[in-house]
């Protein structure tokens, strides 16, 4: 049987873009200054880790199947996925995740987290104890959204 979609959320990071971007036109300043050859290593160094960075960060993708809770970003590097039948539906709830947590996927002490911005987010366990903690604008629909599958 084909899993069937219930819901699905895809945010997408703008500032790592821009930052990557003003990276790069920093390196080309620095090449057209004609700077030590060592500074125009150092700025082609991090334009490149901004680059890696921007591709796995860019997209965060979270999915709701039949089956499957499934949380990525960017290129799938990162991912977290529970079954449906494992959701410890008792405890779905929305939580406020402060901008003291930083941005991208971080451990919390409500478990790690995914998020590429400050905000609400839907926050649940399993029985396994693993714990998906995301933040979405769209906090209280997903939680409506699994609550259903109970």
């Given at each position: 049987?084909?899993?069937?979609?219930?819901?699905?959320?895809?945010?997408?990071?703008s500032w790592l873009k821009i930052?990557?971007?003003?990276?790069?036109?920093?390196?080309?300043?620095?090449?057209?200054?004609?700077?030590?050859?060592?500074?125009?290593?150092?700025?082609?160094?991090?334009?490149?880790?901004?680059?890696?960075?921007?591709?796995?960060?860019?997209?965060?993708?979270?999915?709701?199947?039949?089956?499957?809770?499934?949380?990525?970003?960017?290129?799938?590097?990162?991912?977290?996925?529970?079954?449906?039948?494992?959701?410890?539906?008792?405890?779905?709830?929305?939580?406020?995740?402060?901008?003291?947590?930083?941005?991208?996927?971080?451990?919390?002490?409500?478990?790690?987290?995914?998020?590429?911005?400050?905000?609400?987010?839907?926050?649940?366990?399993?029985?396994?104890?693993?714990?998906?903690?995301?933040?979405?604008?769209?906090?209280?629909?997903?939680?409506?959204?699994?609550?259903?599958?109970?």
């Amino acid at each position: 049987m084909k899993e069937k979609i219930i819901f699905k959320e895809v945010q997408n990071s703008s500032w790592l873009k821009i930052l990557f971007w003003f990276l790069a036109i920093g390196h080309a300043a620095v090449v057209l200054v004609k700077w030590e050859e060592s500074l125009q290593f150092i700025f082609l160094g991090l334009s490149l880790l901004f680059a890696v960075i921007a591709i796995i960060f860019s997209k965060l993708s979270l999915t709701l199947t039949t089956k499957e809770l499934f949380v990525s970003f960017g290129l799938n590097v990162f991912k977290r996925t529970i079954p449906v039948k494992e959701i410890d539906f008792s405890s779905v709830k929305i939580e406020d995740a402060p901008l003291l947590y930083g941005i991208g996927l971080r451990i919390t002490p409500k478990g790690r987290l995914y998020n590429l911005r400050p905000g609400k987010a839907i926050w649940l366990k399993s029985n396994q104890n693993k714990t998906i903690f995301v933040v979405t604008d769209k906090a209280e629909k997903w939680k409506e959204e699994i609550l259903k599958l109970r």
